[in-house]
């Protein structure tokens, strides 16, 4: 199976940056894609961003696009996103997601139920 591990989460003030980061650990190679979403208390859980482990599409939800940026590291097996301009409704936690399903879509990337792994999620806080 696949371990995710989020760290990287805290507490910043409006128009801030913060730098989460998921290291995925056991049988990675079975993994095509991960992603980053965020669940704020009382709410569903939200997709941000998805990067595909072969080739690297990206994927942004139209709320963070410009803001945020995911990236990863092959050799570690780590996705980083990386939040600026950080507001307030961005406020939640952040969850790190991988799946082993074929992706080329925004369709499936954003869709949490496509995702067979996650982490525990990490809080990101942003005050105003």
């Known amino acids: 199976q696949v371990q995710l591990v989020e760290s990287g989460g805290g507490l910043v003030q409006a128009g801030g940056s913060l730098s989460l980061s998921c290291a995925a650990s056991?049988?990675?190679?079975?993994?095509?894609?991960m992603g980053w979403f965020r669940q704020a208390p009382g709410k569903e859980r939200d997709f941000v961003a998805r990067?595909?482990?072969?080739?690297?599409?990206?994927y942004y939800a139209d709320s963070v696009k410009g803001r945020f940026t995911i990236s990863k590291n092959n050799a570690e097996n780590t996705v980083l996103l990386q939040m600026n301009s950080l507001k307030p409704e961005d406020t939640a936690v952040y969850y790190c997601?991988?799946?082993?399903?074929?992706?080329?879509?925004?369709?499936?990337?954003?869709?949490?139920?496509?995702?067979?792994?996650w982490g525990q999620g990490t809080q990101v806080t942003v005050s105003s």
């Open positions: 056991g049988r990675t190679f079975i993994l095509y894609g």
């Open positions: 990067i595909n482990w072969s080739g690297g599409t990206t």
């Open positions: 997601g991988a799946d082993r399903h074929y992706c080329s879509a925004y369709g499936c990337a954003a869709s949490a139920a496509n995702y067979d792994y």
